[in-house]
């Protein structure tokens, strides 16, 4: 066993927080975006200053499939906890280079090149937690309920947003616009640097999972392959592909009604900034709470039928949503809008990341989950926003609406040809 209950919970607990703040970090950027564009791309319209935002937020993901796949084997060769250390020191670094970068006025074309930077040590950070914390959380938890903890991850993730729109909400209530966009943007990067801190001293203190120290041998006591790019493409290339493939439509539908919906909450539908920030608020704290009650349905009935509700359901009401949010003007209205897409989300959200830990043996687990989820998350969720917006200044914005549908669509193919990994996983229980 993975530790007694009570230490499991404890380790689940402890690399869930550390999750939460890694998120936050990532996403103080995009809950901001509105109010520091300006300050490093200063030229243009708001949509085409957004539109640099959005860029330099897309290149963050292009080191998460190297982040996945230097610490993918970091925490194969050295263990999970070894593996979230790491990721979360990256992250702080990362977050008080952008709460103390000067801007575009006082040093030039200097200002989004050290941003870039910045968010490329970030991504670097996130390519490595998604791994690590999603094979940690699936291999601390139990087998009967191993959906349930491991949605935590995405609780956390979600929670790490809602902690930044929150900090958004009382910023604003407690600073004018112009305080904002001068300085008041930098706080919530400065505290996330802050928390990444103690969250380093918590992770430093976890338990180890059994399943890493059991995978260091096979079961003839020889010495098990070191996980390697090669190796996982070479011996596992079915499962990566898999991981690619089921991974796309889930993301870009994620990012498209989380991080980007604020955005098109007030550059499309008209909403202010402090309105778009509250109808997100709240319905993203619904769609945390969903994510443990799917989890804990899908140790009942398996993980397929939930991914597999989740492709019908995007398939057939992702443009319907999106056309009908353009026009709303009440917020009541959009808050629902939101939500209904959020549920749909949830089938693949809550269980995603046990999904692929199931489908790949512990000496290349964290390897075989971060890098084909980050290669796809890079294609498709973190060119997201960009997609968007470029297609909005183009004058084909719902062009966007048809690429949403399309990609879960894929998905939806994978989901419905591979098999339940709740009914044949490959985390050993111990």
Not at 47 to 56: I, M
Not at 183 to 204: E, Q
Not at 335 to 360: D, H, M, P, R, S
């Amino acid at each position: 066993m993975s530790g007694a209950p009570a230490g499991r919970l404890k380790s689940i607990l402890g690399g869930s927080a550390g999750n939460l703040v890694e998120w936050f970090d990532w996403y103080v950027y995009s809950a901001f975006g509105l109010y520091f564009a300006p300050v490093f791309f200063p030229r243009g319209s708001p949509t085409a200053q957004l539109l640099s935002t959005a860029a330099v937020f897309a290149v963050g993901f292009i080191m998460r499939p190297i982040g996945a796949w230097i610490m993918g084997i970091y925490a194969d060769r050295h263990g999970r906890k070894a593996g979230l250390t790491v990721s979360v020191t990256l992250m702080c670094a990362g977050s008080f280079l952008i709460a103390i970068c000067p801007g575009f006025a006082s040093i030039g074309w200097v200002a989004p090149a050290l941003l870039v930077t910045a968010r490329l040590m970030q991504g670097l950070s996130v390519g490595g937690e998604y791994g690590a914390s999603a094979v940690y959380l699936s291999e601390m938890a139990g087998k009967s309920r191993r959906g349930f903890f491991s949605s935590f991850q995405y609780v956390t993730l979600i929670a790490g947003q809602l902690l930044a729109l929150g900090v958004l909400l009382l910023l604003q209530a407690v600073l004018s616009e112009a305080q904002l966009e001068s300085w008041g943007w930098r706080v919530p990067f400065a505290l996330g640097g802050l928390l990444a801190i103690i969250v380093f001293r918590i992770r430093r203190g976890l338990m180890e999972t059994q399943s890493f120290q059991n995978a260091k041998k096979d079961n003839h006591g020889n010495e098990q392959k070191k996980s390697s790019g090669m190796l996982l493409f070479r011996e596992h290339p079915r499962e990566a592909i898999t991981v690619m493939l089921l991974t796309a439509g889930g993301t870009l539908a994620f990012y498209a009604y989380t991080t980007y919906m604020q955005k098109f909450l007030v550059n499309t539908s008209g909403f202010s900034r402090e309105t778009a920030t509250v109808v997100m608020t709240a319905a993203l704290a619904l769609y945390a709470v969903m994510q443990p009650a799917a989890g804990a349905l899908s140790d009942r009935i398996g993980r397929k039928p939930l991914m597999v509700g989740f492709g019908v359901l995007g398939l057939v009401s992702t443009v319907p949503i999106f056309t009908t949010l353009e026009t709303v003007t009440n917020p009541y209205a959009a808050w629902a809008l939101v939500t209904a897409a959020l549920v749909i989300v949830t089938g693949y959200t809550a269980i995603n990341a046990v999904v692929k830990a199931e489908l790949f043996p512990a000496h290349i687990r964290a390897l075989g989950v971060a890098l084909p989820y980050a290669l796809a998350n890079t294609m498709f969720g973190g060119t997201a926003e960009y997609v968007a917006l470029w297609l909005k200044n183009e004058g084909m914005e719902r062009g966007f609406y048809w690429y949403v549908t399309a990609l879960i669509g894929v998905s939806l193919i994978v989901y419905l040809r591979m098999r339940d990994t709740g009914r044949n996983s490959q985390i050993i229980e111990d």
